[in-house]
């Protein structure tokens, strides 16, 4: 997105360098609204080694760095944020082989908190393998010397 | 029969690629299932902090319901997540992280398991875990 404000640019890229998503082989797509992350099938995210079904990890990891990402898109200036909680209904087995996206949006931002909703599918957003609900804490004037991230 | 369903959790843990990602492992004390994941920097979700990823956490709490099913029930195949809510408690610190579920309800087809993580005192949990899983 070309008219995110540049603080919002520099948290994407210092989100995608997070070493969780990088060891995943995840990474940021969109800072827009929704919020759009992915990650590549591979061979290390597997859960089930009779069926090569991706762990349910690892849609609850790509739906909550996705749900922070999203609350920072809402917000003005960079704040730091952190998770309280998150809740995700896992509508069917991700299908092996096939990416994994995750989309969320910011719905609400009160002073304090800001409540999340995401959906985790494989290029079909009307065919959900997941959607997440989830709310996190703003830490408004910041803590010093800690950047934007979830 | 696989071996991970013989109900030895370290052997499920070795056969879950994603598990050997994340580094857990599983040890039984007292004749009760603890998982140790031991700090590692590709957990990092924070870096400045620094703090475990939260998808990290959640992974360990899902990762600990689904082993202690393994280990109770020993169903013909691996427990499916149905809903997870993870409660964030604290911050995960840069160190090792223990994790030990229960499970709360078991019906024919579905089980109620409640999971908890912590670091240095178990006393003070880092996160919690409620979840429903499919037998």
Not at chain 1, 8 to 22: C, F, I, R, S
Not at chain 1, 49 to 69: A, F, K, M, N, Q
Not at chain 2, 100 to 107: F, K, N, W
């Given at each position: 997105m070309s008219d995110a404000p540049e603080w919002l640019k520099h948290a994407k890229k210092h989100m995608n360098l997070t070493p969780y998503l990088a060891g995943i082989g995840g990474e940021i797509v969109?800072?827009?609204?929704?919020a759009r992350a992915r990650v590549p099938y591979s061979?290390?995210?597997?859960?089930?080694p009779e069926t090569g079904v991706v762990h349910g990890g690892v849609i609850t990891g790509l739906l909550d760095h996705t749900s922070g990402l999203a609350v920072m898109v809402k917000l003005r200036e960079p704040m730091p944020i952190a998770t309280l909680d998150l809740r995700i209904d896992y509508m069917r087995p991700a299908k092996p082989h096939q990416d994994i996206i995750a989309e969320c949006e910011c719905v609400r931002v009160t002073h304090e908190v800001a409540f999340v909703r995401g959906t985790a599918h494989?290029?079909?957003?009307?065919?959900?393998i997941a959607l997440c609900t989830g709310a996190f804490m703003i830490i408004r004037g910041?803590?010093?010397?800690i950047p934007v991230t979830p | 029969m696989s071996d991970y369903r013989s109900g030895d959790p370290a052997k499920l843990m070795e056969a879950i690629p994603y598990c050997r990602h994340l580094g857990i492992t599983t040890s039984v004390e007292n004749g009760a299932l603890l998982l140790t994941m031991p700090f590692a920097q590709?957990?990092?979700?924070?870096?400045?902090?620094p703090a475990l990823h939260g998808g990290v956490i959640g992974s360990l709490l899902e990762t600990a319901a689904i082993a202690q099913v393994i280990y109770e029930i020993r169903g013909e195949r691996l427990p499916k997540p149905v809903d997870i809510t993870v409660d964030y408690l604290r911050s995960g610190r840069a160190v090792d992280s223990y994790a030990r579920a229960r499970i709360a309800r078991q019906g024919k087809r579905v089980v109620n398991v409640h999971a908890e993580m912590w670091q240095?005192?178990?006393?003070?949990?880092?996160a919690a875990l409620r979840g429903h899983f499919l037998l």
């Amino acid at each position: 997105m070309s008219d995110a404000p540049e603080w919002l640019k520099h948290a994407k890229k210092h989100m995608n360098l997070t070493p969780y998503l990088a060891g995943i082989g995840g990474e940021i797509v969109d800072i827009g609204t929704p919020a759009r992350a992915r990650v590549p099938y591979s061979e290390k995210l597997i859960g089930d080694p009779e069926t090569g079904v991706v762990h349910g990890g690892v849609i609850t990891g790509l739906l909550d760095h996705t749900s922070g990402l999203a609350v920072m898109v809402k917000l003005r200036e960079p704040m730091p944020i952190a998770t309280l909680d998150l809740r995700i209904d896992y509508m069917r087995p991700a299908k092996p082989h096939q990416d994994i996206i995750a989309e969320c949006e910011c719905v609400r931002v009160t002073h304090e908190v800001a409540f999340v909703r995401g959906t985790a599918h494989q290029g079909d957003a009307k065919d959900p393998i997941a959607l997440c609900t989830g709310a996190f804490m703003i830490i408004r004037g910041g803590v010093h010397g800690i950047p934007v991230t979830p | 029969m696989s071996d991970y369903r013989s109900g030895d959790p370290a052997k499920l843990m070795e056969a879950i690629p994603y598990c050997r990602h994340l580094g857990i492992t599983t040890s039984v004390e007292n004749g009760a299932l603890l998982l140790t994941m031991p700090f590692a920097q590709r957990l990092i979700g924070n870096p400045a902090l620094p703090a475990l990823h939260g998808g990290v956490i959640g992974s360990l709490l899902e990762t600990a319901a689904i082993a202690q099913v393994i280990y109770e029930i020993r169903g013909e195949r691996l427990p499916k997540p149905v809903d997870i809510t993870v409660d964030y408690l604290r911050s995960g610190r840069a160190v090792d992280s223990y994790a030990r579920a229960r499970i709360a309800r078991q019906g024919k087809r579905v089980v109620n398991v409640h999971a908890e993580m912590w670091q240095e005192d178990e006393a003070k949990p880092v996160a919690a875990l409620r979840g429903h899983f499919l037998l």
